[in-house]
């Protein structure tokens, strides 16, 4: 037998990653890329002039590239001590400052960009996120809405500060922001994604079952128009399978599952909920088929491990129970 201890039932709703240059996130990134100097200083002889800041500027950029990041730092640092109010040394500092995970200082070196240029919008946009890697949420939330002040159509600033507001509690806050980046952009699937989130936690707090229901078909729509605007989009497909589960539409979830496999083949927690779902109608060798498929794709995977004993309970059920038939 399996685990006895075993998580029963479907695998739970994707939420979005925070937003971070250091990993996966939910909305495309604006930023954290470095600024290219624009031209390089020559001397009289035509060579290289060897101390002037565009000369640091450039060589932090090819110390950058070739991930040199303490060489890079130096660089840039050699630039702004030459040229206090070269915003771009400023703002490619920062993002070699994260890279060093040296956050207060890539706070400091953003807000430096910052006051030579308080337009820059690159450099706010980073300064939001670094806000929020340290946990400073009331600046990350203060930035995000200066970087919207300054560059209007940026929908991803929007997304990042709605995400914010849902993880500190204002959903509904959450909800206006990716209205107004839809606003921008229809077609952004991580705008309506993120949406249907901020859905499915409101609707999870209705105590009327009438709001719940309304909520819920809100969350149904979400997903589906990040999955029209983005037809691979598969985590908006698993999600809108687990709101289709939430509806009783069998056959509409196990097509969302399957539309997620699509773009990802090897999903496992898609897989898993597959094989639920095919057991819910009763298709015992779609199941079956299902179930292996999951546990060949999960079973060395640390994070599924409970999920992957209760797979090999469910496989050994429903092959005796076969036999025995």
Known sequence: MGNPSAVKGRHH???????SRRGGRAVR??????????SLAFGATGARAADTPQDQFQL??????????????????????????YKEA????????????????????????????PRYAKA?????????????????????????????E???????????????????AAIASYKKALDKDAEMADAW???????????????????????????????????????????GWYNLAIAYNKMGRIDEEIGAYEKALEARPNYPQALYNLAYAYEDRKDTAKAIDAWQRYV???????????????????LKRLIEGRVAN
């Open 296 to 314: 060949s794709a999960a079973e060395k995977l640390p994070t599924e491990q409970q999920y992957v004993a209760t797979a090999r309970e469910e």
């Open 154 to 172: 940026a929908a991803d600033a929007l997304v990042n500060m709605g995400i914010l507001q849902a993880r500190t509690g204002d959903l509904d």
């Open 90 to 117: 400023w703002y490619n500092l920062g993002i070699a400052y994260a890279k060093q995970r040296k956050y207060k200082r890539e706070i400091t070196a953003y807000r430096k960009a910052i006051e030579v240029d």
């Open 124 to 152: 706010l946009y980073n300064l939001a996120v670094a806000y929020e890697d340290l946990g400073q949420f009331e600046d990350a939330l203060d930035t995000y809405k200066r970087v919207v002040e300054v560059s209007p």
């Open 193 to 235: 994604f993120n949406m249907g989130i901020a859905y499915a936690r409101l609707g999870d707090k209705a105590e009327d079952e009438q709001e719940r229901t309304r909520l819920l078909e809100l969350e149904q729509q979400a997903y589906g128009s990040a999955v029209k605007a983005d037809a691979r989009y598969y985590k």
């Open 13 to 19: 709703l994707m939420t979005p990653s925070m937003p």
């Open 29 to 38: 990134a604006m930023a954290f890329t470095l600024v290219a100097v624009t």
């Open 60 to 85: 932090g950029n090819e110390y950058f590239n070739a991930k040199l990041y303490d060489n890079a730092v130096e660089a840039y640092e050699k630039a702004v001590e030459l040229k206090p109010d």
